[in-house]
């Protein structure tokens, strides 16, 4: 389990550093955000998977990460960044923070 907890520590800190990445942002930078996001919900789904007890704030997470699939791959595809696309954007780099808070928690009483 531990080694699952780490590779999704790293699939989302990999996301939180893109998010966070300044300057322009074209189809290769939501190609590897689409990836990285793609990555990071195989890693929490299978996380979720060992864990026969998930929380509700988890399946609430992984579904939310599941709409962002859709959105960023939208972007890596050409569409305009909307208003709307911008704001779920920060959405994003705001619940990825949170993951990686609970992720972290975890990592310390293991």
């Given at each position: 389990?531990?080694?699952?907890?780490?590779?999704?520590?790293?699939?989302?800190?990999?996301?939180?550093?893109?998010?966070?990445?300044?300057?322009?942002?074209?189809?290769?930078?939501?190609?590897?955000?689409?990836?990285?996001?793609?990555?990071?919900?195989?890693?929490?789904?299978?996380?979720?998977?060992?864990?026969?007890?998930?929380?509700?704030?988890?399946?609430?997470?992984?579904?939310?990460?599941?709409?962002?699939?859709?959105?960023?791959?939208?972007?890596?595809?050409?569409?305009?960044?909307?208003?709307?696309?911008?704001v779920q954007l920060d959405l994003y780099g705001a619940?990825?923070?949170?993951?990686?808070?609970?992720?972290?928690k975890v990592i310390a009483s293991t």
């Amino acid at each position: 389990m531990s080694d699952i907890i780490r590779e999704a520590y790293t699939r989302f800190h990999e996301v939180d550093g893109l998010l966070k990445t300044a300057g322009a942002k074209d189809d290769g930078y939501f190609k590897q955000l689409s990836e990285a996001t793609q990555n990071a919900y195989v890693a929490m789904n299978e996380g979720m998977c060992e864990n026969t007890t998930v929380c509700h704030d988890c399946a609430s997470h992984r579904d939310f990460l599941h709409t962002m699939i859709g959105i960023v791959e939208d972007l890596a595809s050409g569409a305009p960044l909307s208003n709307t696309y911008k704001v779920q954007l920060d959405l994003y780099g705001a619940k990825v923070s949170e993951i990686l808070k609970k992720i972290e928690k975890v990592i310390a009483s293991t």
